[in-house]
């Protein structure tokens, strides 16, 4: 009888990518409290922290021969409920805001209170763009990481059960996917 193959979701996947990504700030912090370690150097522990982690889910879930269920809601509906903001091109949007000036002391108060309340419900404004523009890197990168993960998943037919060939094909995508940044981060600190 032919064992049935194991799917993990889509969203579970991720949820524990943010939970290892919360280990990884912890622990680098805390290991690093009582020493002065650098910038680059805290990059390389967590990096390093999170290239084992995927390295360890990797070779266990080619072993194991699992597989990826896409069960995370459709972008689709997010993109409809963010339609509203302008695009860059259209600057029909943006207006000049006058500034007028008043020689009459009470006056002024009432401009500046005005002015500063305009700020306050600009600087509102700007948070919820800021806060949709992370909601949107973050669905972006769940689908990259997702397709990623299922392009790995694709080949657990021929490692199911071959923990050599499990083991070589996680190395390969580990360094594929995580290798880079220390390449960069490298680059970055010898041409410094």
Known sequence: MKARKTYL?????????????????????????????SVTTNFYWSLGIIAFSLFSFLTYGLFKGVGIKDNFPSLQEAKD????IPSV???????EIPVPEVENPILSVLVWIGMTILIIILLVFMEFIFW?????????????????????FSISRKTIGDFGNSVIYALGYTLLYTGWIFGIVYLAEVLR
């Open 132 to 152: 949709v523009s992370i909601f949107l890197l973050l669905a972006m990168l769940y689908w990259l990481y997702f397709r990623a993960l299922r392009l790995v």
């Open 89 to 95: 091109g259209d600057n029909s949007w943006v207006t």
């Open 9 to 37: 979701r889509g969203k579970s996947v991720f949820i524990v990518s943010l939970i290892v990504v919360g280990v990884t700030i912890l622990t680098v912090y805390l290991t690093g409290i009582h020493y002065h370690r």
């Open 81 to 84: 409920s963010v339609d509203f």
